[in-house]
């Protein structure tokens, strides 16, 4: 695209916004959405897709083939606004209620991730499920492999539900697709979603008994309690979970644990730079119970550029006097830039992969999530 400009795509507890670099320095436009609460905002470079919702209003998808200018609207699920609307007349018609039944009836709340390869769009939802649309999100599919996944019923919740928060896939094999649900573990496809099977094996299995936490690593698997994943070519792939951080070299057979060298084992965000498998990012927190804010409240990305063998803290430009929360999706990185949004409503980004960072937005609502497009 001829004028093609790096934007911040940014969900947040209010609504979708777009951050943009001006003349006069980065503007954010939004609220987008209505308002709702957007947890994941992707574009496959023609369209924006923004997911979200709540048990209020029920879940949907929000599309704009015009850089966020208008914006269509495919409500999936309904919420208690539906039943209230549904016996109430006056309220009905005070929010202009639509009583079509919507094509999943009430069976997930939320949408919570985005994806757009091949071709398709991906949706993952709270409880999880995932969701396939081949027309630019004007329809979804659900797919039946992971809805009637044996042993589905013996999954457990995290603390904010069932969630399907991460879909990856390979550039290089469309059959090939991840899926990460907290707190289930990793799930993989080699046959275009016909299938799954769960991949969360220790490489070491030894080396890591003794912890006592529900989510640490235990009979053979890693935590299952999956925070971010993301995928390198030759099916490497990286998480972020409750209880540190991995590496897998086999597409999720083994994980080998990369987690000495950050300052805590706990932490939601996970980047991978596009053009380096060895340059990652992350933003440890001091602990699930302590807070969730950066150890000793001094904020740091740290960065590894050998894959997990060694990490460096990157302060410069950053708060360090910051009690904030970086959330499982609020990191994103293209080959030029990295950017991190808070819950406080912040946005910070480096051009000098992590050298300095400055911050471009502030007083926005809680971030939820950001991605990067040239659009």
Known sequence: MANSTQTILIGTTKGAFLLRQGPDGWRATG????????????????????GGGDEWSGAGIYRSSDHGETWSFSKLTSGKMDEWAAGDPDFAAMINWDATPPP??????????????????YAGTNPAQLLISNDCGATWQQNEAIAAFEGRDQWNPGAAGLVLHTIVTSPEDPR??????SAAGV??????????ERRNRLSNAEACEGHIHPAAPANGDTGLCVHNMQRAPGDL?????????????DGG???????????????????????????????PLNGDSQGRFPPDAKAAVWRSTDGGASWQAQRNGLPQAAWFTVLRQAMAATPSH????????SVFLTRDRGESWVEVARHLPTILSVEMAAL
Request: glycine content about 10%; proline content about 4%.
């Open 104 to 121: 999943f009836g009430d069976s997930f709340s939320a949408v919570w991730s985005l994806h757009a390869a091949h071709g398709l769009v």
């Open 338 to 345: 990295v950017a991190f949004g808070t819950n406080t409503g």
């Open 176 to 181: 090939k697709l991840w899926l990460a649900v």
């Open 187 to 196: 799930f993989a496809s080699e046959d275009g979603g016909a299938s799954f």
């Open 253 to 283: 057979r083994h994980w080998d644990d990369i987690t000495d060298g950050l300052p805590s084992t706990f932490g939601f965000p996970l980047a991978l730079d596009p053009e380096d498998d060895q340059t990652i990012w992350t933003f």
């Open 31 to 50: 609220p987008h959405c209505n308002g709702w609460r957007i947890a994941h905002v992707v574009s496959d470079g023609s369209n924006i897709y923004a």
């Open 237 to 249: 792939l990286y998480q972020q979970n409750h209880h540190g951080v991995w590496r897998s070299n």
